[in-house]
């Protein structure tokens, strides 16, 4: 069991290691509960070092035996690792260790899943493995050793030798322990190759459980093209002679970019058309290419230490989000993006768990892998580069490849690229590091129209395309905008930020008189103004989402319906549109006698029938903000939210919406029906997830029958899964046949059967969604181990707002108790899912007095992990 004494280690404490090592061998006899380790290590001090306490991290393991340059040594141990005598020079360490695979259910180490062996170090597990320093800025080649009588045994870097009942793999490249990875099993390749630019061959294979070759050509597919696009984009060529990818069922986290052997979750790259939704194959596109964007992001150059978590992570979002808008819609990536980060990272910003996105302090790394390291990290590369342009963005990337290959860098490191390119202060910037909370920007506007005793001005003549009747003109227009961040847990005051604000200017008839324009916003208020306008113009703020920020500002809804009619970006039409919904719910919610706004739902269904825009970004139209982001918003107006209105408020919404469009539905589902054959990519699941929101639609209306036929004749999991998903939303009386007969047909393949454990849960009526999930428990195949299943099970009961948070709390109970019992075996997932109590304080009294009561429980478990200790503690500070 993991020490629960909180300790908490500090950014600002950072020293550099003692000792360095100048190369790995290890060799590992593996044994289901008795696997035996040897490593041979060879330490030289650190010139850089203060001082030369020779320490080895290690947990959990059976120290068989430790010798220093041969002559056999008794070292001190404890609970977190070893202090021995060393000699003040170079020397050779070795040590043979014994851990226990099989009995491994927290998934960090050495463990086993279905029969295999397989690691995870990230963050610091390596350790479980055996004695190292096990920090990212101590940086070696490993040469690894596996002796098993398993089939196929695979490490780090290149084969070397094998022979019966063993193999040697050799990393020349030097790496943080956290990237060491090995697996050996009973598995099968799906095998190609890649020419890189320069011309080397590379051996890529994709190894999974004999059953699931089948489900492996996508993402070798996907792998390829994220190879090619690396080269072409940011000029990074893969190297070494082998890429192996490696499919787990077992899996906390979805993917690992363990140098050369990345390590999947199944359901992050298995996948073929009957068993994987569209979104599951665009989700395996771009963990794929993020694991191996990871190759140059992350393990040619690393983090110091974990604090800089962001560096290697945020770029590497940032890096898979630029593929996905390549490979797929800009613009229907950019606002799914945006649709993310408000769901999970807004709240985390600004809850009890908000840190900044290089934080500070931590008592367990494996709770900083969150939305505001990953996902506002990204947000803030993307800030950096509107600032600097597309050229010097390319130009520092260049730079920082070139400077830090083969280091453990920092965000200064990273920052100060930019600056040498630039010669850009980018001091102010880097607060978006340092400070946490979402920043607010209020906006009010000023319009001076002509003076007709001054001469036009002729400023607007750089928009060629710009209309006569606003240009020449000597009225201006003025957006001052105000920028405050709320106070976040040891932040007080903060200081004013960055903020890209991109911006345009539409005339009342819809034409752009100023084009996307990018403001550079460094105070705490500041204005703009755009002279040489005939007409006061419509602003379209924040295009793009050019930065993370919550705009305040309540336009009218006149404004709005014209943005939705005819702003040329996408994001800020569908931001109006969103706006629209959010409004009418909130006017229903705050005024019972209030119907959904009739005018804005005439609006959408002209802008969803315009065959002209794809069926994607018409399908993010469609979607109503979800309950949670209502009860966000409720929260903001100071209003306490009631998820049960909110449920009954959107569905009224939706039904409403249904029955006035009624007429345009079979049309609708005519034009984005789909017969060619089925392809994952971007046109075909446009016109799906279109058909899918149009076919809910329908079903509200004809009670499922349509749905029904779907759910009959579907030849793809997609179709066939939003079907049932209507069955189950209406059609009361059957829906349980249907849940029967899905499980019949998919019983044994699992990740299909966690789409049925999650949908019962999340379709479930919140009446009855404790209910459901506490019903699945009992399934058989609900499996505590798994954390696919109980995130299926249990995460997607968090899901289900209305459900989750029933006035008698029975939500709460249910899934404190399951957590409880996780923590014993899981204390990441455990701690992981916690977070879904994050924003307990936005509810009514009673509802926090459940919550709070439930987080005691689980904070008073004995023997709590100090994973969840942590979380629960500062969930409740
Ligand atoms: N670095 C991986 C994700 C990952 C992080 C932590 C883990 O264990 C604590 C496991 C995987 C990525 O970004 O894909
Ligand atoms: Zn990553």
Request: charged share 25%; hydrophobic share 40%.
């Amino acid at each position: 069991m993991k020490d629960s004494s909180p300790q908490t280690i500090y950014l600002k404490d950072y020293t550099p290691p003692a000792w360095l090592v100048e190369d790995v061998h290890l060799t590992f006899r593996l044994a289901p509960r008795a696997t035996r380790v040897t490593s041979r290590v060879r330490f030289v001090p650190n010139p850089e070092a203060t001082a030369r306490e020779f320490f080895l991290h290690g947990e959990e393991l059976k120290l068989i035996s430790c010798h220093i340059d041969g002559r056999s040594v008794t070292p001190e141990v404890t609970p977190e690792g070893l202090t021995c005598d060393v000699p003040d020079g170079p020397f050779t360490w070795e040590a043979e260790v014994e851990i226990s695979p099989e009995t491994n259910t927290a998934l960090e180490g050495l463990y086993m899943s279905s029969g295999m062996y397989c690691t995870q170090c990230e963050a610091e597990s390596f350790r479980k493995i055996t004695y190292y320093p096990d920090r990212p800025d101590v940086m070696a080649p490993f040469t690894v050793r596996i002796e098993s009588d398993l089939p196929v045994m695979l490490s780090n870097g290149n084969p070397v030798a094998q022979g019966q009942g063993w193999a040697e793999w050799h990393d020349p490249w030097k790496k943080p322990s956290y990237l060491f990875a090995l697996v050996a099993g009973n598995l099968v390749n799906h095998p190609d190759s890649f020419t890189t630019m320069s011309g080397r061959e590379v051996e890529l294979n994709i190894w999974v459980r004999p059953g699931d070759l089948h489900k492996c050509a996508f993402g070798m597919e996907a792998l390829k093209k994220s190879m090619k696009w690396d080269e072409e984009v940011y000029g990074r060529e893969y190297d070494l002679d082998i890429f192996n990818i490696v499919a787990v069922d077992d899996f906390n986290m979805g993917a690992m970019e363990n140098k050369g052997l990345n390590i999947f979750n199944s359901s992050a790259v298995l996948a073929s058309p009957e068993t994987s939704t569209d979104a599951n194959f665009e989700r395996i596109e771009a963990i794929i290419a993020h694991e191996y964007f990871h190759n140059w992001t992350g393990n040619r150059i690393t983090c110091r230490d974990w604090f800089q978590l962001c560096l290697k992570e945020g770029l590497t979002v940032y890096r898979d989000s630029q593929f996905t808008s390549d490979m797929r819609s800009a613009p229907v990536k950019r606002i799914s993006d945006v649709i993310d980060l408000r769901a999970r990272q807004f709240p985390e910003d600004q809850g009890p768990l908000s840190h900044p996105v290089r934080p500070e302090s931590f008592q367990e790394i494996n709770n900083f892998y969150t939305a505001t390291v990953y996902e506002k990290g990204a947000e803030v590369i993307g800030m950096l580069k509107r600032l600097v342009g597309d050229e010097a963005y390319a130009r520092a990337l260049d730079l920082y490849f070139e400077r830090h290959d083969g280091d453990a860098a920092t965000i200064e490191d990273w920052l100060k690229v930019f600056e040498d390119v630039t010669d850009r202060d980018l001091t102010q910037f880097k607060r978006w590091y340092s400070q946490s909370g979402t920043p607010r920007l209020k906006v009010t506007e000023e319009w001076t129209p002509a003076d007709a005793s001054r001469p036009p001005s002729r400023d607007l003549a750089a928009n060629p395309e710009a209309p006569d009747q606003v240009r020449g003109g000597t009225g201006t227009y003025t957006l001052t905008f105000e920028q405050h961040t709320p106070p976040t847990p040891g932040q007080r005051d903060k200081a004013p930020q960055v903020l890209p604000i991109a911006v345009g200017l539409l005339t009342p008839n819809g034409d752009e008189v100023v084009p996307t324009t990018l403001l550079e916003m460094t105070e705490a208020k500041q204005s703009f103004s755009f002279d040489g306008l005939t007409r006061k113009p419509v602003p379209s703020l924040l295009r793009g989402f050019s930065a993370p920020v919550v705009l305040e500002r309540e336009a009218s809804r006149e404004e709005r319906l014209f943005l939705l009619a005819h702003d040329t970006d996408s994001f800020t039409r569908w931001e109006a549109s969103r706006d629209l919904a959010r409004a009418s719910m909130l006017g229903a919610l705050t005024d019972p006698s209030k119907g959904p706004d009739r005018t804005w739902l005439e609006a959408l269904r002209g802008v969803v029938r315009d065959t002209e825009l794809d069926p994607a970004y018409r399908a993010l139209l469609l979607a109503l903000p979800g309950e949670n982001e209502m009860a966000q918003t409720l929260h903001e107006r100071g209003i306490t939210p009631d998820p049960e209105a909110i449920h009954s408020t959107r569905q009224a919404h939706l039904q409403a919406r249904a029955e006035l469009w009624q007429a345009n539905l079979p049309i609708l589902a005519e034009e984005v029906a789909v017969t060619a054959p089925y392809r994952p990519d971007a046109e075909q699941s446009g016109k799906r997830a279109l058909g899918a929101a149009v076919l809910d639609m329908q079903s509200r209306i004809d009670w499922g029958k349509t749905a029904a036929r779907q759910f009959e004749t579907a030849d793809n999991m997609t179709q066939q899964l939003s079907a049932l998903a209507c069955l189950i939303r209406y059609d009361a009386k059957n829906s349980a046949r249907y849940i029967r007969d899905f499980y019949d047909q998919w019983k044994d393949d699992r990740l299909v059967i966690d789409k049925w454990f999650m949908l019962q849960v999340s379709e479930a009526t919140p009446d009855r969604a404790a209910e459901a999930a506490e019903g699945l428990t009992q399934h058989p195949d609900f499996d505590l181990k798994n954390p696919n299943r109980f995130r299926a099970t249990l995460g997607a009961l968090a899901m289900n707002h209305a459900g989750f948070h029933r006035a008698d709390g029975a939500g709460y109970a249910l899934l404190a108790d399951w957590l409880i019992r996780l923590d014993t075996l899981n204390p990441q997932t455990t701690a992981r899912m916690c977070s879904v109590f994050q924003a307990w304080r936005r509810y009514d009294a009673d509802r926090q007095a459940l919550i709070r009561s439930n987080l005691e429980r689980i904070a008073a478990k004995p023997d709590l992990s100090r994973d969840v200790a942590e979380m629960v503690g500062r969930i409740l500070a």
